[in-house]
């Protein structure tokens, strides 16, 4: 089975511009979620979308939007690049349902993340 | 709060060494704990979980133990290759979320040499 596949890998952007970044599923997999990876901050939560719907959401500002599509691919998307967008973007899947379990404890679902897009905003 | 504490790098060691990497976390509720590793160029890769107290995730040689009274989820391995050369993340998961939500720890780079 194809792990996840993120495009592009590789990025170049100037201040302003803005950027799609697009990230395809392991098929069956609905959930997808989004991280910033940074030299200072670290793996950040940006969102996480299950059946095109946002279910969660980082603490990052309003530049920073997705979608999910109804085969489950999503794409993120920057608006006004600041220099400080430059990052390593993780995407992930997992076989997470939403929804399916009644009570108690939710069940534990593997994440697999792609191999990344790095954008560099000069 | 959620967040996880990890010890900071680079950590060198020579071929089979002992390795232990430190990781705490705070403890809002009953979270699942992971260890992931990234290799140079690559995405994450999960390496192992524990998802209640007392639990002992391993893998490849790697442990590691959710000690409830410590916060703690130190990650061991009793003989490091010059393949494990690489990051490792310590990480939680949000509860009531399906585990779909990851905090992760600033990550920790292993460096092993011949």
């Known amino acids: 089975k194809a792990g996840v596949t993120q495009t592009p890998r590789y990025l170049i952007k100037t201040r302003g511009q803005q950027v799609t970044l697009s990230c395809s599923p392991i098929?069956?997999?609905?959930?997808v979620s989004w991280y910033q990876q940074t030299p200072g901050q670290g793996l950040q939560f940006l969102f996480e979308?299950?059946?095109?719907?946002?279910?969660n959401k980082g603490n990052f500002p309003g530049r920073f939007s997705g979608r999910q599509f109804s085969n489950s691919r999503s794409e993120m998307n920057v608006s006004t690049l600041e220099l400080g967008d430059s990052a390593l973007y993780l995407c992930?899947?997992?076989?997470?349902?939403?929804?399916?379990?009644?009570?108690?404890?939710?069940?534990?679902?593997?994440?697999?993340f792609g191999p990344g897009t790095r954008l560099t905003v000069t | 709060g959620n967040s996880v504490t990890q010890m900071e790098g680079p950590v060198t060691l020579s071929e089979e060494a002992f390795l232990t990497i430190n990781c705490t976390y705070t403890a809002t509720g009953y979270p699942s704990l992971f260890w992931y590793v990234q290799y140079p160029g690559e995405g994450l890769q999960l390496l192992l979980k524990a998802t209640k107290a007392d639990d002992k995730g391993s893998n490849k040689g790697f442990e590691a133990t959710y000690r409830k009274e410590t916060t703690s989820f130190h990650l061991e391995k009793g003989s490091v290759q010059v393949s494990d050369s690489a990051v490792y993340f310590c990480a939680r998961a949000l509860m009531g979320s399906g585990y779909s939500t990851l905090t992760f720890g600033k990550g920790t780079m292993l460096l092993v040499s011949p």
């Open positions: 979308y299950f059946s095109e719907t946002q279910r």
């Open positions: 992930a899947s997992s076989p997470l349902q939403w929804g399916v379990w009644t009570s108690g404890q939710p069940p534990w679902y593997e994440q697999y």
């Open positions: 098929s069956g997999h609905r959930s």
